[in-house]
């Protein structure tokens, strides 16, 4: 059936099948791969991209699900200009890179994506907040360490440069995660823990 | 893993994917956000002729008060519930549990009522809607009936749900100042319980000690007859027949029952 969506602000209109996943549309029908397929069960988050800019698994949506919205690869976070990828890295890729947030990469583009989603969320996360905010995403590498590193500089430099989280639409739904309540919720976490 | 070919249609409102439902027949299933019939679909444990996608219908989503009772759009994403500021105030639990499910990309797609018509006896909704003692708003071609969550879960991924109808919303009792506990015990981060306890006031709640949530009625009954939590919990297993699998054998799953919900009953807040 014809789909029609946005990715990385480009409009596209492609013949799907209904089944198809759209981590395999944006990977063999837009040639876009830094999406990967990891576990392909909705755990460990190497296919995160964003729809209408809140962090998903791309593996459990199908693209017919998408018709009509906005989805955006880590491809889209550095683009010259319309449709044309080599721009300035997005200062989320930015950090993994000064803070090294990454060893064999694969996981890479999803905890970037994921990344990306959840500061839209919550613009200055403490390390817990980062730590859990990634728990979508498995780095089998790391260790975690330079990631949630890289993710609290990356904060802290948007913060700096406010209004250059750029690419990230604001999600509307889910923006007021972080403030309020927190301290509460902190204490439930660990009673459950 | 791809799903089997099925064929895919977008319900316009709920009445209309009520007409899809009666014209495409049982092979036909509903999509919300499609992660708990997505994952299934991809290991062909399920294999519909036809998806119904109802995860857009704004009659579906949103999350309103409604004289003692918050009602919340059956395909409102558990990210919605977790950070209501109406379902904090009101209904901590549910956007406490709503907050547990899955991970943050998960909990960006998945939905309430698709969880809830989901059943699994493991899953933190089903658990939470019990204690709450909350409801569901069912649409069928008679018309809309309400459905006790005590009514509600009949079997193992089982509900009341007949075919032909639509989980449309769920109702939640306001309870702003009750105190409440909640416990989850997991092997892995963002996992389902192998056991879980919800407890508000009296009223205790168990995941995954059956074929359904189960109330936990001997304990409560222990607590109205004035028996302190520790003591109440001690019966928080009797009654119940729990499955084993390679987490927990039956004894270990009630020494679980046992110690969560006396936990859930200490930390009531």
């Known amino acids: 059936m014809q789909v029609e969506l946005f990715v990385n602000g480009q409009r596209r209109s492609d013949d799907v099948e209904p089944r198809l996943l759209l981590v395999h549309y944006l990977r063999e029908v837009c040639g876009l791969r830094a999406a990967n397929v990891g576990c392909d069960t909705t755990s460990c988050g190497a ?51 000064q803070e090294h947030g990454l060893q064999c990469g694969f996981c890479t583009p999803g905890m970037v ?11 200055h996360p403490t390390e817990d907040e980062v730590r ?36 990230a639409e604001a999600p509307g739904t889910a923006g007021a995660a972080g403030t309020a309540g927190t301290a509460a919720d902190g204490e439930r976490a660990e009673v459950g823990a | 893993m791809i799903p089997a070919p099925f064929d895919y249609v977008a319900a316009q409102s709920p009445a209309h994917a009520l007409e899809l439902l009666d014209s495409l027949g049982e092979d036909a299933k509903l999509l919300a956000g499609g992660h708990s019939l997505l994952p299934m ?24 008060a409604e004289g003692d009772e918050l009602v919340i759009g059956a395909a409102t994403p558990h990210a919605t519930v977790a950070t209501s500021d109406l379902i904090r105030a009101d ?6 549990s709503a907050g547990l499910v899955g991970d943050p990309q998960i909990r960006h797609r998945g939905t309430i009522g698709g969880s809830l018509a989901h059943a699994d006896p493991a899953a933190d909704l089903p658990m939470a809607l019990l204690a709450l003692d909350g409801s569901v708003d069912v649409l069928g071609q008679a018309g809309t009936r309400n459905v ?77 007859d004035g028996a302190g939590p520790a ?7 009797e009654g119940t027949e729990p ?21 859930a009953l200490e930390h009531r807040t």
């Open chain 1, 47 to 97: 296919c995160t991209v964003l729809l209408n800019g809140t962090s998903v698994k791309s593996c459990t949506v199908l693209t017919v699900q998408a018709a009509g919205q906005q989805v955006t690869t880590a491809e889209g976070l550095a683009m010259k200009g319309e449709g044309e990828a080599g721009g300035e890295l997005h200062p989320v890729q930015a950090a993994f890179r």
């Open chain 1, 113 to 123: 994506m994921a990344a990306v989603g959840l500061l839209s969320e919550n613009p």
């Open chain 1, 132 to 167: 859990e905010g990634l728990e979508g995403n498995f780095c089998r590498c790391t260790g975690y360490h330079n990631i949630v590193r890289a993710v609290l500089a990356a904060a802290a430099g948007l913060a700096g440069t406010a209004g250059a989280a750029g690419t």
């Open chain 2, 41 to 64: 679909m991809k290991l062909r444990l399920a294999a519909p002729s036809v998806l119904i996608d109802i995860g857009r219908l704004a009659e579906l989503t949103g999350i309103r």
């Open chain 2, 91 to 96: 209904a901590p639990l549910l956007a406490h």
């Open chain 2, 148 to 224: 006790a969550a005590e009514d509600f879960f009949t079997g193992f991924f089982e509900t009341s749900l007949e075919p032909g109808e639509l989980l449309t919303a769920v109702r939640v009792p306001r309870r702003p100042g009750a105190a409440w506990g909640y416990q989850k015990f997991v092997r892995r981060a963002n996992d389902w319980a192998i056991v879980g306890a919800a407890a508000i006031d009296g009223r205790i709640a168990l995941a995954n000690m059956g074929p359904t949530p189960l109330r936990a009625r001997a304990a409560e009954q222990a607590l109205a």
């Open chain 2, 231 to 237: 003591e109440a919990a001690e019966l928080a297993a």
């Open chain 2, 243 to 263: 499955g084993e699998d390679v987490h927990a054998d039956r004894d270990y799953r009630r020494h679980l029952a046992r110690v969560l919900a006396r936990r």
